[in-house]
């Protein structure tokens, strides 16, 4: 692919090619990575889709310039946002995940038996075909567990109008600009509790506590106003600015100090049975947080 036709992230120095990312909010930090092969480029109806091969993180999701996952961390990341609410339900059978377009998500939730049906709401079908082609490391490739259901369209939409019922609610959702923008929104929030059982669990990524200190406290101050239990943690995640990130969850019922860690499946990469409980220890500058 002739680099003039590629969009500004991409540059060549040196008869080598580079993709540089800015952190999204304030522009304030860029990284660069050296690009091996770029294995697919689109314009979907949504958003710039690229699939690319990097030396040091090996196959890339990028996703308009915004590094989303990597075969190299992209498991810490999905491992994080799946099995801590499915752990901290007690009786989880019928789980949504919205985004999640890289299927990682989806693929770590198969990993539990009495999980009845896995839905998926992803906004952009072209992320997760050219995921499963090019990013096996994380998609897994082209066959799925049955109980899978992929909805693509607008995940916003589908909670504010869907009769279902979930017993946990995972927001995979990319950085809060363009087509996820409304995916941190207050009336998203209760739509999301809308969708869920009673004892229901929901979780989100709330970005880093490095640099997004605000998206943070936003998130928490709504799902506050919401749920009557909010709890944040953390995870190490090398290839997202600041390194640290933080997910939030909710629930009215469950409170994740109680989280059963011996239903954690075995074989996890990042996620052990001690991290399932101290990634809710959080170092003093984010305990803080309102």
């Given at each position: 692919m002739k680099t003039n036709k590629l969009p500004k992230y991409f540059k060549e120095v040196d008869n080598e090619l580079w993709f540089e990312e800015f952190e999204v909010e304030k522009k304030n930090l860029k990284i660069t990575y050296k690009v091996k092969e770029i294995f697919s480029y689109n314009k979907s109806p949504y958003q710039e889709v690229a699939l690319i091969d990097t030396a040091a993180f090996g196959p890339c999701l990028v996703i308009d310039g915004t590094m989303q996952s990597t075969s190299a961390d992209g498991f810490i990341y999905n491992e994080m946002i799946t099995h801590i609410p499915v752990l901290t339900h007690k009786n989880p059978e019928n789980v949504l995940v919205i985004g999640g377009g890289d299927c990682g998500a989806v693929r770590e939730l198969s990993r539990y038996k009495e999980l009845k049906t896995i839905d998926m709401v992803e906004l952009d079908e072209v992320v997760s075909k050219e995921c499963i082609k090019?990013?096996?490391?994380?998609?897994?490739?082209?066959?799925?567990?049955?109980?899978?259901?992929?909805?693509?369209?607008?995940?916003?939409?589908?909670?504010?109008?869907?009769?279902?019922?979930?017993?946990?609610?995972?927001?995979?959702?990319?950085?809060?600009?363009?087509?996820?923008?409304?995916l941190f929104g207050e009336e998203f929030y209760k739509n999301v509790k809308k969708s869920l059982n009673s004892d229901g669990v929901m979780v989100c990524q709330s970005e880093s506590p490095m640099l997004h200190r605000n998206i943070i406290e936003n998130t928490r101050r709504m799902l506050k106003d919401n749920f009557k239990i909010v709890k944040t943690y953390i995870a190490f995640v090398p290839t997202y600015p600041g390194g640290l990130w933080s997910f939030t969850m909710a629930s009215d019922v469950y409170d994740p100090s109680d989280i059963n860690a011996d239903r954690l499946p075995n074989n996890t990469r990042y996620l052990t049975k001690e991290i399932v409980k101290s990634c809710f220890e959080l170092p003093n500058f984010i305990s803080d947080l309102k």
């Open positions: 090019f990013l096996p490391e994380i998609s897994g490739g082209s066959d799925f567990d049955k109980r899978i259901n992929f909805k693509f369209g607008d995940g916003v939409e589908y909670v504010k109008n869907t009769n279902n019922k979930y017993d946990v609610i995972m927001v995979d959702s990319p950085d809060p600009e363009g087509p996820a923008k409304d």
